[in-house]
């Protein structure tokens, strides 16, 4: 394949923006203390200089340059026009220039429905006992920052600092994030924003402090304390706690508010990394995400890949574009790439109307003023005169009309705005209650429970459709919602979320993406007490607040990312990722197969190898280990040269004289190209970290028109660490166009443990 190292934006001259000139490793890679003198960092920032100076002159380079990346990666951003970027890009020391492109966020009881807790309780599970509640660990978020005042970061009853905690806590005051020994670390990046057109001057750029929210809520589940009499709204009260509350945590505050559509800009997020990688964490967790793209043109992918490199486990979301296909994000192999699903837990709030039907929905918002039907119409019926029907039933801003809204109950579809923002506009009409609609596309499998600003409630699909028409057949229809009660043990669950990224990977369809699903709708977790500095934000204050997403669901991974690497400190980052997957499972709680938010079955593309099973991952049997070189033998089949590769891991790496993508030592199965009558060999290896001597045996399902052999199909293991190869055949059945992709697997198994590997493949015509 041909890669252009450089990223053409549409061709426009003499107009400068931001760059991010990546050259790799430094030769040190973070191995000595070189980078701590200060010398050091000043010689490698002089370097930088340097080779911008040649192209620019040294004054204009000074001028142009913002970030010099000192310690892991080794690279700067400047402000450059597309010829320059064009020519920097042909230095031989240049691994690839690309546009600091920004990026947008993904956006408790959790933890007991994933076993991790009994009842509810705080009685621990076998993973939190034998990971000490993930004490020892160090997770770090890229994200909005923290809230440090919250209790889910009090540090009473921790002792000193890790020792290999090498990080800081930028601007150290009461106005900025005052750190603990708990919240240890917490750092602001902001040059990237600025340079887009961010407003410096905002007292929010000058600390890791959070005034958004969602960087404290993804901190807090990934490692939060325990804190009983959590309540939102006092609908919700309980024990919140994060994956690891025990763990010790970090902020890299990378996020800022929206400019033109973006919140995170790339070279801010490889500053964040350069940083955590210093610093000593375990975990890195990355709630953020854009379009797909070639590894050496996406910052996440580079920083990951650095990490990794580290032994640092890097967890990101899948992305809140679904339910389309191909819309996945964060598809670097490297990094774990997380969907989302819904618990078994509901805050129910029903719709009942004049005619005894009962709509089942879910809020958190409060009682109706008097318990009585209220008058119910489309937001349609109550438009304002200059609005669209369309508009109105959106219930978009200045859509409504106040006489007509007062004091009814108003029937929104969802789309196009935020769903809170729905309420307040009905609110502002004066409207009594809401009842909002998923349309086709949202489904009836997903609702969220949201603060709303007036009583309220989400209904599904269906109930919608039946919802209108019971509003269009009576002549003075009439509806009650019922204050929001808190169902736990709801069937089915998990079911996918409608917003929830879908496969298959557009970079790489080789390497199934997303590769796990964890809870993600409907999330309690610590958050803002910030006022907002926009008149038309909400103006609540929530000490914990309830959001989705696949933001929400990839800390959950996050910290069980955290309980592994305390049990297992030597396991390698892909070691922990194949626990986590080859033992997550493909049925929900009324053992049928997951669905999706039309409640149809869901398939890999969708949930990944399955729903997280945190304690099963602590005994996976099987793991398919990757080491950096396998990684490089990955890049060496997606056609980067050797003169690249050397640069990006900073010592010589000879390709293999076959090297194939297909032959990724990845725990998932995926060929997007089986032609029919043909067959295609794909080998896989397993390290046995069970029991020893062993023997497993595999089980396999095939996908409908795919024969699957494997061969051997026994393993014996004489000892601990053994690995052994095995090779898995595909051979179409019968030569024939598919309408899609079909699905299977294969199971090693010794009768204890279950080894699952998904397979995804495409059948064309020979």
């Not at 230095?91 to 933890?111: A, E, I, N, Q, Y």
């Not at 993804?218 to 919700?236: E, R, W």
């Not at 959106?394 to 309420?423: F, H, M, S, W």
Request: a positive charge.
């Amino acid at each position: 394949m041909v890669l252009f190292m450089f990223q053409i934006p549409n061709r426009v001259q003499g107009i400068q923006r931001n760059y991010i000139v990546y050259l790799g490793s430094h030769s040190h890679d973070g191995k000595s203390s070189l980078p701590d003198d200060s010398y050091s960092v000043q010689a490698i920032t002089e370097s930088h200089h340097n080779l911008l100076g040649s192209f620019l002159g040294s004054e204009k380079a000074r001028e142009a340059i913002g970030y010099s990346y000192t310690w892991n990666i080794n690279g700067f951003t400047a402000k450059l026009d597309e010829a320059e970027a064009a020519e920097i890009a042909k230095h031989p020391d240049v691994v690839s220039v690309f546009l600091d492109r920004g990026r947008k966020l993904h956006t408790t009881r959790s933890w007991d429905y994933l076993s991790l807790e009994k009842n509810g309780a705080g009685h621990p599970g076998p993973l939190w006992k034998a990971a000490k509640f993930g004490e020892g660990t160090i997770i770090a978020t890229l994200d909005t920052g923290v809230w440090p005042e919250s209790k889910s970061f009090d540090d009473e009853g921790y002792g000193p600092v890790p020792s290999k905690w090498k990080g800081i806590c930028q601007n150290n005051t009461k106005a900025g994030v005052p750190c603990n020994r708990k919240l240890i670390g917490a750092r602001f990046f902001s040059k990237g924003y600025t340079q887009a057109g961010g407003n410096p001057t905002n007292q929010s750029f000058l600390s890791a402090r959070d005034s958004e929210g969602h960087g404290t809520h993804t901190l807090s589940t990934a490692g939060g304390n325990f804190v009983p009499q959590a309540k939102i709204l006092g609908a919700v009260k309980g024990t919140a706690k994060g994956g690891a509350p025990r763990a010790r945590v970090a902020a890299y505050k990378v996020c800022w508010p929206p400019v033109n559509e973006s919140e995170c800009f790339d070279s801010d997020i490889l500053a964040a990394f350069d940083a955590a990688i210093h610093d000593g964490v375990d975990v890195i967790s990355v709630s953020l995400g854009g379009s797909a793209d070639e590894y050496f043109q996406d910052a996440v992918a580079i920083g990951s890949f650095h990490a990794v490199k580290k032994g640092i486990l890097v967890s990101c979301s899948a992305g809140n574009s679904g339910p389309l296909p191909g819309t996945v994000s964060n598809l670097a192999p490297w990094i774990t790439t997380v969907a989302a699903s819904t618990l078994d837990r509901k805050f129910v709030a029903s719709v009942q109307l004049d005619n005894g039907l009962i709509l089942k929905g879910e809020s958190l918002s409060g009682p109706l003023p008097q318990n009585k039907t209220y008058p119910l119409l489309s937001a349609a019926q109550a438009r304002a005169a200059h609005a669209t029907v369309k508009d109105a039933l959106l219930c978009k801003p200045k859509t409504l009309d106040p006489k007509k809204a007062k004091g009814k109950i108003l029937a929104c579809l969802r789309g196009d705005i935020g769903r809170v923002e729905k309420g307040k506009i009905a609110a502002m009409a004066g409207a009594s209650g809401m009842i909002l609609c998923n349309d086709k596309i949202n489904g009836d499998g997903d609702l969220t429970a949201d603060p709303h600003f007036l009583p309220a409630t989400q209904i599904g699909y269906r109930d919608g459709v039946a919802l209108f028409r019971y509003i269009s057949s009576t002549k003075h229809p009439k509806a009650y919602i019922t204050p929001s009660t808190s169902m736990v043990n709801v069937k089915p669950a998990p079911v996918m979320a409608d917003f929830s990224s879908k496969g298959p990977n557009t970079i790489a369809p080789y390497v199934l993406k997303p590769d796990i699903t964890a809870p993600g709708v409907n999330i309690i977790a610590a958050y803002t007490e910030a006022k907002p500095t926009d008149p038309s934000e909400d103006p609540r204050k929530f000490p914990y607040n309830i959001l989705s997403g696949t933001s929400m669901s990839c800390p959950h991974v996050s910290g069980v990312f955290g309980l592994l690497r305390a049990v297992y400190p030597h396991w390698s980052p892909s070691a922990i990722r194949s626990a986590i997957m080859t033992t997550a499972r493909t049925r929900d709680n009324a053992r049928n197969p997951i669905l999706d938010s039309t409640l149809e079955k869901a398939t890999p593309f969708s949930y990944g190898s399955g729903h997280i099973r945190p304690n099963r991952a602590m005994d996976p049997g099987l793991v398919y280990d990757l080491s950096v070189s396998d990684y490089l033998d990955f890049l060496c089949a997606r056609g980067y040269n050797k003169t690249l590769l050397k640069l990006f891991s900073d010592a010589p790496h000879e390709c293999p004289k076959h090297a194939r993508i297909m032959d990724l030592n990845y725990p998932s199965i995926a060929v997007p190209k089986l032609k029919g009558g043909s067959s295609i060999t794909m080998t896989r290896k397993v390290k046995n970290v069970g029991k020893s001597p062993a023997r497993y045996a595999v089980r396999i399902k095939e996908p409908k028109g795919v024969s699957v052999s494997v061969k051997p199909n026994v393993l014996k293991f004489n000892k601990l660490g053994e690995e052994k190869k095995f090779k898995v055949i595909l051979k179409a059945k019968w030569n024939g166009t598919a309408d899609d992709y079909v699905f299977g697997g294969i199971t090693w198994t010794d009768g204890i443990h279950y080894v699952r590997s998904p397979i995804a493949v495409y059948v064309v015509t020979a």
